[in-house]
């Protein structure tokens, strides 16, 4: 009865969710991506230049960046510039904003999607690991917002934050990882309300993605998840039209969204099947 009635509200908010994107409202919109140098983030600076946007990328590697602005351009982004950057460095954060704003004349979407690599593995006792983690995936996110909040209310504009499954449930391997989306999750949520209580119109998107094709995350799981890969191009389209969209959350795909709505129900069971999915020994021989 319980479940039927989950299902029920799911779809109930998938039919009010339904797609009211409108690509022509990006023509031109003023949209900084990070993370953008490979994976989702470069799907998702593709999407926006097919969009007319104009574009500002960033990640470390500024000689990939430079051919993905390139691409971008031919794809008919109206403007797209690049600036390499380590958002472990304390001043990169703020720095990249400012370019964006100065080179763009301000913004209308702030796309916080970048990581740092983390081995999937076992936790071993590595806080020095941790402690760059936070700074990289989760830190910078909010010393980027912060630098962007006046360009943002300027604009009336949108912060899109790329989260993870692994910020909602917890899972076995990706213990420094999965404490940075639980981060992102809390913060952002919170801050959603507050804006809400000083009645800012600067919406903020948390994108909630399963297990996505992209080269890094197939390296580390290949041989020890048994789980799908959806493609990186449709998930970066889902979280550029929940963003335009103005959507608290964005599940991609779409039936994270009944399973989060279910995940506390009944834990142990859940963390049993959780387990049943992954191979043990294979991790354990890396
Ligand atoms: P990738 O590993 O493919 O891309 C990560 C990007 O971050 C690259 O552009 C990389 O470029 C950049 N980056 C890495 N370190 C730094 C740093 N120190 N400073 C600045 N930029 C950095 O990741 P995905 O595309 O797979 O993931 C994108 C987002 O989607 C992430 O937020 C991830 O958590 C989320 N996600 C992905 C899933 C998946 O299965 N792929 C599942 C769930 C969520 P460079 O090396 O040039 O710096």
Redesign the pocket.
């Known amino acids: 009865m319980l479940l039927a009635g989950t299902i029920l509200s799911a779809g109930l908010v998938g039919y009010l969710w339904r797609d009211t994107f409108e690509s022509d409202s990006l023509k031109g919109a003023r949209v900084l991506v ?9 799907q998702m600076a593709y999407h926006y230049a097919r969009f007319g946007a104009q574009v500002v990328i ?4 500024g000689a ?2 430079k051919q993905v602005a390139e691409k971008c351009l031919k794809l008919g982004a109206e403007k797209a510039l690049y600036i390499a ?4 460095e304390p001043t ?1 954060p703020d720095r990249v904003i400012k370019f964006a704003a100065k080179s763009l004349g301000g913004l209308d979407y702030l796309v916080l ?5 983390s081995p999937f593995q076992m936790w071993n006792g590595d806080v020095d690991h941790a402690r760059w983690l936070m700074q ?2 989760y830190l ?1 996110y909010i010393e980027m917002t912060n630098s962007a909040m006046p360009f943002l209310k300027q604009s009336n504009g949108s912060i899109v934050v ?5 910020g909602m449930i917890p899972t076995p391997f990706t213990a420094p ?1 999965s404490a940075t ?1 639980f981060a992102l999750n809390g913060f952002f949520g919170t801050l959603r309300q507050e804006l809400s209580m000083k009645q800012e119109s600067i919406s903020i998107t948390v994108c909630i ?9 197939l390296s580390q ?1 290949r041989g020890t998840v048994e789980a799908k ?1 959806y493609p ?1 191009s449709e ?1 970066a389209l889902a979280i550029i039209k929940g963003g335009a969209t103005r959507q608290r959350e964005v599940y991609y795909p779409g039936f994270w969204q009944p399973v989060c709505l279910i995940r506390d129900w009944f834990p142990s069971m859940r963390d049993r099947v959780i387990q049943s999915t992954y191979n043990y020994k294979a991790v354990t021989q890396t």
Request: proline share 2%; aromatic share 2%.
């Open positions: 990070t993370g953008a140098s490979t994976g989702i983030g470069e960033t990640a470390r590697r990939v960046l950057a380590d958002m472990a990169d999607n970048h990581i740092g690599p990289v995936n910078s790329v989260s993870s499954i692994a990882y989306k993605l399963g297990l996505i094709d992209t080269d890094s995350a799981v890969a990186a998930a």
